[in-house]
């Protein structure tokens, strides 16, 4: 059993979250088709309540901003919702000699197409984010002199990861959810933001739908009018079937491309281990794969399969390379080739389309792989030994050895009702994160004058990400959003309602057509529809020549969404059709981009292995090359630009956008640049938007 007393391990995976209340806030009213609908005012409106939201209301609250909150769920995206083994926050090491912070902007952005100047932002940043987070009382682990304890994760040579455990992001999101409700920032919850409003090229707010007012005539439509909009309404885990998301989360990428809003990167995303949302969508990275469970698949007769064997050549590269799934948990398509750790991943996703489900199971060593050599904690590869050799656990079996290195992780499964010393787990390769959205410039502000982006909605990845930077970079764009804001002048509103009727009437004429329509789009069947497709022609293991036609499918679809309308039975399911326009064209920007880049000459990278007949590079498994399986390797000329979208009403817009390079950091200097900061001019100044 482990030594950890169990009301710590409680405390950390049962994270009760605080009472969020819906404020009561003064409405003025604008009739719209003959319907009064609610109109609010404030300065900065913050839509969505993650880690990112939150970290950015409560750094505006801070600086005297008028802040409101609006979240269609308090805690339900995946700050508050998701994580893995020990969910992983990344910033600057802060121990031993600390870190050199040109060589984590290296290291954040080395996929390629990420802005040079942000991932040197969020490598600067990162310590303000993290010691914020530690004043608000994030309870990091540290060893006795202060110093925050770090691993290993996922694109990090050097070991800069931290974590509170399966929940860190919960936790994040609890202790800024405590400093808003100290700060007294009002929360509207159940409100939903469905239209960017605009006037004179600027934001001016949102239509919203608030479900505590669903049943009125104007099925709780409201205008929000605000100095400045945060988007940080998370990703859009709606967008694929195999999806590792929480339930619910559509994001708003959808909305800010109807909008008009630059996006970029959307080719970039992650895939990797988990069990899946038909159960308990949960990331299985770390030290659940660390501790070297047997990995099997069952096929319709029942029959077991140690399908691994037939990929791998030894019991040890087998196990190895289980085990570096642990710290190389997204699929990385150069990582298929040369026996590597991806290998696992396409051996995973050849079984589920055999129809056979993965499982994972603690309570098995490894089967023999394909020399026939028992599985043995002598027979691994250094790096796996040394791991488990330092964490003193070379205990017997997986389950002994996770609860000796990670027993949260076992509670974790626990609480959501399966047992891990008693079952094991199926799991599949499903979709994550986003690493592509909202085009911001350094300080997270979109093409959209008074409009951020943080979070996962925020296009600021690249093509990929050390695990952890996702949370930081949404903790630092908080920040430097907030400040941004704040010297620009965030009043609360006084925009005159009359001059949006226009805006306003065309959401509440989808609502109300929606509602009278006998026929039109259902709204399970648009998600069937968008959800299949993106995972089955634009998954990690993507056919290329199947890009186009799938582009043509959801380019037609997004036309009937649009025009066509849906027809809707009840009030109740006015938020789904605009969740579901929003990602109808959202599909279908991703489609465009990847299209965009296959025709461009692009090849396998990141999450995404291209597959094509002519493709230069075969993939080796014991048996030799895999037939009829060949992948584009990558053009690494294409890591310097990122390919951005517009939408004008009724197409795309599309530009390859090169990256934005970062001043030579040996030119800056105290006193020349003193002047700058005092004046705000390093709001206006050196950084400008492509
Ligand atoms: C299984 C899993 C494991 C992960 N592990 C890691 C990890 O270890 N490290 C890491 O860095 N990242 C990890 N990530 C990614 C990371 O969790 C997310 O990128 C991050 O939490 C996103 O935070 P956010 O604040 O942008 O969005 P979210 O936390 O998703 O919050 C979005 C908020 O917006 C609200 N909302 C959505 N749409 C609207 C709307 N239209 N109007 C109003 N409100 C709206 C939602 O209700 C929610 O409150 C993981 C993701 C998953 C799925």
């Given at each position: 059993?482990?030594?950890?007393?169990?009301?710590?391990?409680?405390?950390?995976?049962?994270?009760?979250?605080?009472?969020?209340?819906?404020?009561?806030?003064?409405?003025?009213?604008?009739?719209?088709?003959?319907?009064?609908?609610?109109?609010?005012?404030?300065?900065?409106?913050?839509?969505?309540?993650?880690?990112?939201?939150?970290?950015?209301?409560?750094?505006?609250?801070?600086?005297?901003?008028?802040?409101?909150?609006?979240?269609?769920?308090?805690?339900?995206?995946?700050?508050?919702?998701?994580?893995?083994?020990?969910?992983?926050?990344?910033?600057?090491?802060?121990?031993?000699?600390?870190?050199?912070?040109?060589?984590?902007?290296?290291?954040?952005?080395?996929?390629?197409?990420?802005?040079?100047?942000?991932?040197?932002?969020?490598?600067?940043?990162?310590?303000?984010?993290?010691?914020?987070?530690?004043?608000?009382?994030?309870?990091?682990?540290?060893?006795r002199f202060g110093a925050v304890l770090?691993?290993?994760?996922?694109?990090?040579?050097?070991?800069?990861?931290?974590?509170?455990?399966?929940?860190?992001?919960?936790?994040?999101?609890?202790?800024?959810?405590?400093?808003?409700?100290?700060?007294?920032?009002?929360?509207?919850?159940?409100?939903?933001?469905?239209?960017?409003?605009?006037?004179?090229?600027?934001?001016?707010?949102?239509?919203?739908?608030?479900?505590?007012?669903?049943?009125?005539?104007?099925?709780?439509?409201?205008?929000?009018?605000?100095?400045?909009?945060?988007?940080?309404?998370?990703?859009?885990?709606?967008?694929?079937?195999?999806?590792?998301?929480?339930?619910?989360?559509?994001?708003?990428?959808?909305?800010?491309i109807e909008a008009g809003l630059a996006?970029?990167?959307?080719?970039?995303?992650?895939?990797?281990?988990?069990?899946?949302?038909?159960?308990?969508?949960?990331?299985?990275?770390?030290?659940?794969?660390?501790?070297?469970?047997?990995?099997?698949?069952?096929?319709?007769?029942?029959?077991?399969?140690?399908?691994?064997?037939?990929?791998?050549?030894?019991?040890?590269?087998?196990?190895?390379?289980?085990?570096?799934?642990?710290?190389?948990?997204?699929?990385?398509?150069?990582?298929?080739?040369?026996?590597?750790?991806?290998?696992?991943?396409?051996?995973?996703?050849?079984?589920?389309?055999?129809?056979?489900?993965?499982?994972?199971?603690?309570?098995?060593?490894?089967?023999?792989?394909?020399?026939?050599?028992?599985?043995?904690?002598?027979?691994?590869?250094?790096?796996?030994?040394?791991?488990?050799?330092?964490?003193?656990?070379?205990?017997?079996?997986?389950?002994?050895?996770?609860?000796?290195?990670?027993?949260?992780?076992?509670?974790?499964?626990?609480?959501?009702?399966?047992?891990?010393?008693?079952?094991?787990?199926?799991?599949?390769?499903?979709?994550?994160?986003?690493?592509?959205?909202?085009?911001?410039?350094?300080?997270?502000?979109?093409?959209?004058?008074?409009?951020?982006?943080?979070?996962?909605?925020?296009?600021?990845?690249?093509?990929?990400?050390?695990?952890?930077?996702?949370?930081?970079?949404?903790?630092?764009?908080?920040?430097?959003?907030?400040?941004?804001?704040?010297?620009?002048?965030?009043?609360?509103?006084?925009?005159?309602?009359?001059?949006?009727?226009?805006?306003?009437?065309?959401?509440?004429?989808?609502?109300?057509?929606?509602?009278?329509?006998?026929?039109?789009?259902?709204?399970?069947?648009?998600?069937?529809?968008?959800?299949?497709?993106?995972?089955?022609?634009?998954?990690?293991?993507?056919?290329?020549?199947?890009?186009?036609?799938?582009?043509?499918?959801?380019?037609?679809?997004?036309?009937?969404?649009?025009?066509?309308?849906?027809?809707?039975?009840?009030?109740?399911?006015?938020?789904?059709?605009?969740?579901?326009?929003?990602?109808?064209?959202?599909?279908?920007?991703?489609?465009?981009?990847?299209?965009?880049?296959?025709?461009?000459?692009?090849?396998?990278?990141?999450?995404?292995?291209?597959?094509?007949?002519?493709?230069?590079?075969?993939?080796?498994?014991?048996?030799?090359?895999?037939?009829?399986?060949?992948?584009?390797?990558?053009?690494?000329?294409?890591?310097?630009?990122?390919?951005?979208?517009?939408?004008?009403?009724?197409?795309?817009?599309?530009?390859?956008?090169?990256?934005?390079?970062?001043?030579?950091?040996?030119?800056?200097?105290?006193?020349?640049?003193?002047?700058?900061?005092?004046?705000?001019?390093?709001?206006r100044d050196g950084f400008k938007h492509?």
């Amino acid at each position: 059993m482990s030594s950890v007393p169990q009301q710590i391990l409680d405390a950390l995976t049962r994270v009760e979250m605080p009472k969020v209340v819906r404020a009561e806030l003064p409405a003025d009213t604008m009739e719209v088709a003959g319907t009064a609908l609610p109109v609010y005012r404030c300065g900065a409106l913050v839509v969505g309540s993650g880690a990112a939201g939150l970290r950015a209301a409560v750094e505006a609250k801070r600086l005297g901003e008028d802040v409101l909150i609006i979240t269609m769920s308090p805690f339900g995206g995946t700050s508050a919702c998701s994580g893995s083994d020990k969910q992983t926050l990344h910033t600057a090491g802060t121990g031993r000699h600390g870190d050199d912070f040109v060589k984590l902007a290296a290291d954040i952005g080395s996929g390629g197409c990420m802005d040079q100047d942000t991932a040197y932002i969020e490598a600067v940043g990162s310590i303000n984010a993290l010691a914020g987070l530690q004043y608000l009382g994030l309870p990091l682990p540290q060893d006795r002199f202060g110093a925050v304890l770090r691993y290993q994760t996922d694109h990090d040579d050097v070991g800069r990861a931290t974590s509170c455990g399966p929940r860190t992001s919960r936790l994040m999101c609890k202790v800024l959810a405590e400093e808003a409700l100290r700060l007294q920032i009002p929360f509207l919850p159940k409100c939903e933001a469905v239209k960017i409003l605009q006037h004179d090229g600027r934001c001016v707010g949102v239509v919203a739908i608030d479900q505590n007012r669903r049943d009125e005539p104007g099925h709780g439509l409201c205008v929000i009018l605000a100095g400045a909009v945060v988007l940080a309404t998370g990703g859009p885990g709606e967008l694929y079937r195999d999806s590792v998301y929480p339930k619910h989360c559509y994001g708003s990428l959808g909305m800010a491309i109807e909008a008009g809003l630059a996006v970029t990167n959307l080719t970039e995303s992650q895939f990797g281990i988990g069990t899946r949302r038909t159960e308990f969508p949960w990331n299985l990275s770390g030290t659940y794969v660390q501790v070297l469970p047997y990995i099997y698949s069952v096929d319709a007769d029942g029959t077991e399969h140690n399908f691994l064997a037939d990929y791998y050549r030894t019991t040890r590269e087998l196990v190895s390379n289980v085990f570096r799934k642990g710290y190389q948990w997204p699929f990385h398509a150069q990582r298929m080739v040369d026996f590597g750790s991806s290998l696992v991943d396409l051996a995973i996703q050849r079984e589920s389309a055999a129809g056979r489900t993965v499982y994972m199971d603690f309570l098995r060593n490894p089967e023999p792989g394909a020399n026939g050599a028992a599985f043995s904690l002598e027979d691994l590869d250094d790096d796996v030994r040394e791991y488990l050799v330092n964490n003193e656990a070379l205990h017997e079996l997986p389950i002994a050895r996770l609860e000796r290195m990670n027993p949260l992780a076992i509670e974790l499964y626990k609480m959501h009702g399966t047992d891990l010393r008693s079952q094991p787990l199926p799991f599949n390769v499903s979709n994550q994160h986003m690493n592509g959205g909202v085009a911001v410039d350094s300080w997270f502000h979109s093409s959209l004058p008074g409009c951020y982006a943080v979070g996962e909605v925020c296009g600021s990845h690249g093509v990929t990400r050390p695990g952890g930077a996702a949370l930081n970079a949404g903790q630092v764009g908080g920040v430097r959003c907030a400040r941004h804001l704040h010297e620009a002048g965030c009043a609360t509103s006084s925009v005159s309602a009359d001059t949006l009727r226009e805006q306003v009437a065309a959401s509440l004429n989808v609502a109300t057509t929606a509602l009278a329509a006998d026929t039109g789009l259902q709204v399970s069947a648009v998600r069937d529809a968008i959800q299949a497709r993106m995972s089955d022609q634009a998954g990690f293991i993507c056919e290329r020549d199947a890009v186009a036609p799938a582009l043509a499918e959801a380019q037609s679809l997004r036309d009937q969404a649009l025009t066509t309308g849906f027809a809707i039975g009840r009030p109740s399911q006015v938020a789904d059709i605009f969740r579901w326009r929003h990602l109808a064209l959202a599909s279908e920007a991703v489609l465009t981009a990847l299209d965009h880049y296959i025709r461009s000459g692009g090849g396998s990278r990141g999450a995404r292995a291209l597959v094509a007949a002519d493709g230069a590079l075969s993939v080796d498994t014991r048996h030799g090359a895999i037939e009829g399986f060949r992948i584009v390797p990558e053009n690494p000329a294409h890591q310097q630009h990122k390919i951005t979208l517009r939408w004008n009403g009724s197409d795309f817009a599309l530009s390859e956008e090169p990256i934005r390079q970062r001043e030579d950091l040996n030119n800056i200097f105290f006193e020349k640049h003193w002047p700058a900061y005092l004046t705000g001019a390093i709001y206006r100044d050196g950084f400008k938007h492509n």
